[in-house]
């Protein structure tokens, strides 16, 4: 299949919704605060504790609840009203931050609270992404959804350029206690976009009382559709491979700033934005197609990220670095933005939230076993061991897959 099935769309084509342009600005806004967070948070821990091990245990603290809880995220997406649940879980959030900024200004912050903040936040998590994918069906019509998804995963993307460079100046200007409380606390305010923004959208996105099962059937009735669904099946299970070995290098940012390429917060800024830079471009590119059928796309986009990724763990100095992560989040984003747009395409709107709490599952609910593998690897042998020997199994699981399709 050729790139002759992608037929050329308007890019903002979903802007032009005053719905979903109010919540997408509203994103932006609270997105940048949230990578500001996540940079400087990653900092404060490897300096508190010095451990990449840590680094992968916050992470699986962080997201053990979207593996537990993802279905049933899934399921009380589809019987809620989105938006009100949007409100509740961003709310928690913005408490989170404003507890972990009080604490670290205060210079009482230990790890034990930012893995009981991350846990927290973990469990709002869990219902707050698959109601957001199910509202966006809500906010513009069906032939602009797809565009929609794009340039949602577009803004979560485009917000790494800018915040983790922030986030490396406050440190940078304040201290590595400091400033990362003044990161916390930019992110809490940052939280009043999407809040404004979800509180004035004049949507209804309740189902039917007639459409609203009991949890149990409903958590099964969407995995009964998603295993009965071939293309479904392969899809997911490659990305629970790459949420494992692939995105995981991201934990060990921090360890590749100051132990292996040795430019401190503002380079670990640096490569986090470069990420974001290319992440943007990645979505941006496929945000101009209407898609038709982008399996092929989706298998070209992850092999070359395997190699990009590879090369990335091999890279001698910054510079290099810098160019290679760029690369690998235009792919990397590209591919989960595309296959998103597959899954979504597959599946009825009564039970979007149920089989995308799997892509979900599937994209952060491996990040535990994956934070921790990594971890231990980095730990043992060395960041670039680990990123090389993640890229490894990526590969393999990319050759079973087309062996897979070919022999069906």
Known sequence: MSLRTLAPAHTFSALRHPHYRRFWWGGLVSLIGSWIQITAQGWLVYDLTGSPFMLGTVTMVNTVPTMLLGLVGGAVADRSEKRHLLLATQGTFMLVSAVLATLTLTGRIAVWHILALSAA???????????????????????????????????????????????????????????????FALNTASYLAV????????????????????????????????????????????????????????????????????????????????????????????????????????????????????????????????????????????YLSATNTTIQALVPDALRGRVMSLYILAFFGTAPLGGLVMGALAQAAGARVAVAVGAAVCGAAWCAVQGWREYE
């Open 121 to 183: 936040s973990g469990v709002a998590a869990a219902l707050d992404m698959p109601a957001r994918q199910s509202l966006l069906a809500y906010l513009v019509d069906r032939d602009d959804l797809m565009n929609a998804i794009a340039l949602n995963s577009a803004v979560f993307n485009g917000s790494r350029i800018v915040g983790p460079v922030i986030a490396g100046a406050i440190i940078d200007r304040f201290g590595d206690r400091t400033g990362p409380g003044l990161s």
């Open 195 to 334: 809040l404004t923004a979800l509180a004035t959208i004049p949507v209804n996105s309740r189902p039917p009382a007639d459409e609203r099962q009991h949890l149990v059937r409903a958590v099964r009735e969407g995995l009964a559709f998603a295993l009965g669904q071939p293309v479904l099946r392969t899809l997911l299970a490659l990305m629970a491979v790459t949420g494992v070995f692939g995105l995981s290098y991201t934990v060990l940012l921090p360890v590749f700033a100051r132990d292996v390429l040795h430019v401190a917060a503002r380079g670990y800024g640096l490569l986090l934005t470069a990420s974001g830079l290319g992440a943007t471009a990645g979505v941006l590119a496929l945000a101009t197609t209407r898609p038709r059928r982008l399996e092929p796309v989706i298998f070209a986009l992850h092999g070359a990220c395997t190699v990009l990724l590879a090369a990335f763990a091999a890279s001698p100095a910054f510079p290099v670095s810098l160019a290679l992560i760029v690369g690998v989040g235009a792919t990397m984003t590209a």
